[in-house]
């Protein structure tokens, strides 16, 4: 039901493939190769739906719906279908979890550190290079089959919550207490 209703205050059609692109720094974030890979796809039922902040006007073509900045991402996660990062370099992309926490199969590049995470073909797909837009648009075309990304929704909901903020800082807590007392017991 909330898909429906965000597929539909997006304008998207039934049968459309929503695939999203989340973030600022469009060009560090590879933006230009997403395009590119939609393009070269030519599935006329793939749309490349672009939130954040930059420069619309460099990026304008066909087939691209630019939401920019958007506060609350819970709408084109809900619309989405397939998410796509194709960076050029990113510690670890939080819109990547965002999108595996929504059940949104992951395009992105080794550049980007939540490809660490990603299991191939379960997760999403990792590619090498984000310049490489025959691997992009072939990974989008993978992805593009619903049974797949139906199939891959509960790995990719499990992964996320392996990731949870609160979980991690538990985590980081435990470390840092440990170091602690080890630290206490080789000083005394």
């Not at 965000?6 to 039934?14: K, T």
């Not at 469009?26 to 190769?33: H, M, P, Q, S």
């Not at 050029?88 to 992309?93: A, N």
């Not at 800082?169 to 602690?180: G, K, Y």
Request: with cysteine; proline share 4%.
């Amino acid at each position: 039901r909330k898909r429906a209703a965000a597929r539909a205050q997006l304008r998207m059609g039934p049968d459309e493939i929503a695939v999203l692109f989340l973030g600022s720094g469009w060009e560090r974030k590879g933006l230009r190769f997403a395009i590119a890979a939609m393009a070269k796809l030519r599935d006329q039922r793939m749309r490349l739906l672009v939130a954040g902040r930059g420069n619309e006007r460099k990026y304008r073509t066909g087939g691209v719906t630019f939401l920019g900045e958007i506060e609350d991402v819970r709408l084109p996660l809900a619309a989405g279908d397939i998410f796509i990062l194709p960076t050029v370099y990113d510690p670890f992309s939080n819109a990547s979890l965002e999108a595996m926490a929504a059940g949104l199969p992951v395009i992105t590049t080794r550049a980007n550190g939540c490809s660490e995470i990603m299991e191939p073909r379960v997760h999403g797909s990792v590619v090498d290079r984000p310049d490489d837009v025959k691997a992009l648009s072939d990974a989008l075309h993978f992805w593009s089959d619903e049974s797949r990304r139906l199939t891959a929704r509960p790995a990719l909901l499990e992964r996320a919550t392996q990731f949870d903020l609160s979980r991690n800082v538990a985590h980081t807590m435990e470390v840092l207490l440990h170091s602690r007392e080890s630290a206490e017991s080789t000083s005394g």
